[in-house]
């Protein structure tokens, strides 16, 4: 089983997102595990993600990518990290220096999301992309 | 007052998508007015685009931009067409081939989004595109 982990900054109370994201949780239930963690400011989520063996982190100067090649991306860090990924989600000052200069940075869009659509974003992507790995219709 | 249209195929019943989008209509209130167009299929999509004096399509070949790009594309179309203009959402199977030639594209992110997500997406960089010219601070 795989285990994907979200740290990000920030805990958010729409309970649209909630019930958006936990339908994407459900839907990967048997593939892998999502925990979320939120922290309380930047020095936390770097602390958090120094203890964590693989990270990645969504910034603007980040890797673009199609989402054939975000799938791709994510399994290979499954592969790198030993079935387990840490995803990085920045609080509004942005990703701290240390993380942008220590773990792969990946971009969902040029356009500047709020966190909450990120989250959302991500998840559905992460969904996508093993729907993608099986070779499913939900992407086409 | 400015009047926005979305022109997309087949409805959605996502209640956290209704009111994600309607927390936005709802801040976007005294600047436009938004109007949801659903349609059955592509034809009836083309059919009902080609009546609108200005329309812009999503579509992945589409344009790229930045957030603030975006807002000032945005802001440009609104004064090219009278205050108004209309967004077309294609349905799975992509956006009729005479949009395709006939309107300008934009892509919101090189992700292949659910139709949902981008709808969600698109509304919340129109109320940023906003802010972003109104100079507030929410997208900082």
Redo the contacts between chains.
């Keep these: 089983m795989l285990k994907l982990k979200i740290i990000s900054v920030g805990k958010t109370k ?4 909630d ?2 994201i936990q339908e994407y949780v459900k839907r990967l239930k048997p593939t892998l595990t999502c925990e979320f963690v939120w922290t309380k400011n930047s020095e936390q989520l770097l602390q958090l993600a120094e203890k964590e063996p693989l990270c990645v982190s969504l910034d603007p100067n980040g890797a ?4 054939e090649q ?1 799938a791709h991306f994510v399994q290979n860090q499954f592969e790198k990290g030993g079935s387990r990924l840490t995803l990085i989600i920045g609080g ?1 000052e942005g990703l701290p220096t240390k993380l942008k200069q220590s773990t792969s940075l990946i971009s ?7 966190h909450q ?1 990120t989250r ?2 991500l998840m ?2 992460i969904y ?1 992309a093993f729907e993608i790995i099986k070779g499913t219709k939900y ?2």
Tied chains: 1, 2.
């Design positions: 729409e309970e649209w997102l019930s958006a673009l990518m199609n989402s975000f509004a969902l869009s040029p356009l500047t999301l709020t659509l959302l974003v559905e992507q996508r992407h086409k």
